[in-house]
């Protein structure tokens, strides 16, 4: 059973762009929603994350938007920059269990 | 230095050999994680620890040992390792309390020939 579904697999923007990547879910009882970055040769580190009480973060450049009823959330980069080539993974958790589920990643590449 | 490292971080090793991952943290973070990441796959659980002495699996955990005498190590050993092996394995720690925040070692970067 797959639990969490990201999109898209990769993902190639302009500088200057917007990047979006979505993540869906079907265990009703995450309550934690995170988004992580990983550049090549490293290990993945938390960019921005939500909680089911806000329906929007905005970090920056970086922006989590969540839609409980859809159970769906997405990350935004405004203005992308070639630095911020990278993949990104969402991994929703919660109850309690500190495991994460990480979605597959979507590999973004920012041209300039 | 504070942090989360491990050791080695790049190992070929021959099918059938017993090879042991180190990974130390210097946070007294309670829980610690062993991942694998292999194309198309993401990053798989193998093991888990929530505390010394407290270990438990993850979703990949066939051919693969742990132990946690001490808060701050958390080794895994691949017994008899086989070439489904050959994989990036990364060590993770986190703290107990309101954030799952989970802080990611670099990486050991394992073949198996």
């Known amino acids: 059973q797959q639990q969490v579904k990201q999109s898209p697999q990769s993902l190639i923007v302009q500088k200057g762009g917007i990047s979006i990547i979505n993540c869906a879910y079907e265990n009703t009882a995450f309550d934690y929603f995170p988004w992580y970055q990983q550049f090549p040769g490293k290990g993945p580190a938390l960019l921005i994350a939500i909680r089911p009480d806000v329906s929007e973060k905005k970090e920056g450049r970086f922006t989590i938007s969540f839609n409980k009823s859809a159970k769906q959330f997405s990350l935004h980069i405004m203005d992308s920059q070639p630095g911020d080539s990278a993949t990104y993974f969402c991994a929703p958790t919660g109850a309690g269990s500190y495991q994460l589920t990480f979605g597959k990643g979507t590999k973004l590449s920012v041209i300039p | 230095d504070a942090g989360i490292t491990q050791s080695p971080r790049y190992k070929i090793t021959e099918t059938g050999r017993q090879v042991t991952l180190m990974c130390h943290q210097t946070?007294?973070?309670?829980?610690m994680f062993w991942y694998r990441q292999d194309l198309g796959h993401g990053l798989r659980l193998i093991y888990y620890?929530?505390?010394?002495?407290?270990?438990d699996k993850g979703e990949v955990p066939d051919g693969y040992v742990v132990s946690r005498s001490k808060t701050e190590n958390f080794p895994l050993t691949l017994e008899s390792a086989t070439r489904s092996q050959t994989s990036v394995y990364f060590c993770a720690s986190s703290s107990k309390g309101p954030s799952y925040e989970q802080y990611f070692g670099p990486g050991t970067r394992l073949t198996v020939t």
């Open positions: 620890s929530a505390a010394a002495d407290i270990t």
């Open positions: 946070w007294s973070h309670s829980y």
